[in-house]
């Protein structure tokens, strides 16, 4: 266990030196890109500890069990309802390109709204995504409106 936590935090560190390296090379906005870079990373980390198991490293789903984050027309419709489902969960039916998924979805209520905003920035940001930064102020404004 050790072992894994010192090699989970020396890919961090490697990862974070690699990438805050090309952020200053070429982008314009450094504060901006730097900022971004923390969170992707941060965003990787919590979202293989929460939402690997069920949506895969991937983010490819697993069959019509769970559904697919990557090239998903769900999230691409629905930004803010994802953060509120990062939080609260979800039961029933949800259709994801054109497949039907009713596997109930645990929330992680402990989740922080930076957090949130962690995972989000890393899952809108590969695949076909290219949202950059999602601002906590932007999950905390969901957040507040699907407690409602």
């Given at each position: 266990m050790k072992n894994k936590t010192l090699l989970v935090a020396s890919y961090y560190l490697l990862l974070t030196s690699y990438l805050l390296l090309i952020s200053c090379l070429g982008k314009?906005?450094?504060?901006?890109?730097?900022?971004f870079q923390q969170y992707y990373v941060q965003g990787e980390i919590l979202y293989t500890k929460y939402c690997s198991n069920c949506h895969q490293k991937s983010g490819k789903g697993l069959g019509l069990v769970y559904p697919p984050l990557d090239k998903s027309d769900f999230m691409d419709k629905n930004i803010e309802k994802v953060f509120?489902?990062?939080?609260?969960?979800?039961k029933g039916e949800i259709m994801v390109n054109g497949?039907?998924?009713n596997k109930a979805m645990q929330g992680v209520p402990s989740l922080?709204?930076?957090?949130?905003?962690?995972?989000?920035?890393?899952?809108?940001n590969f695949g076909n995504h290219q949202?950059?930064?999602i601002?906590?102020?932007?999950?905390?404004?969901?957040?507040?409106?699907?407690?409602?």
């Open positions: 314009s906005n450094k504060t901006e890109s730097v900022k509120c489902l990062m939080k609260y969960g979800i497949f039907l998924y922080t709204e930076l957090e949130i905003a962690e995972i989000s920035t890393y899952l809108y949202l950059g930064v601002e906590t102020a932007t999950v905390s404004k969901a957040i507040e409106n699907c407690a409602n």
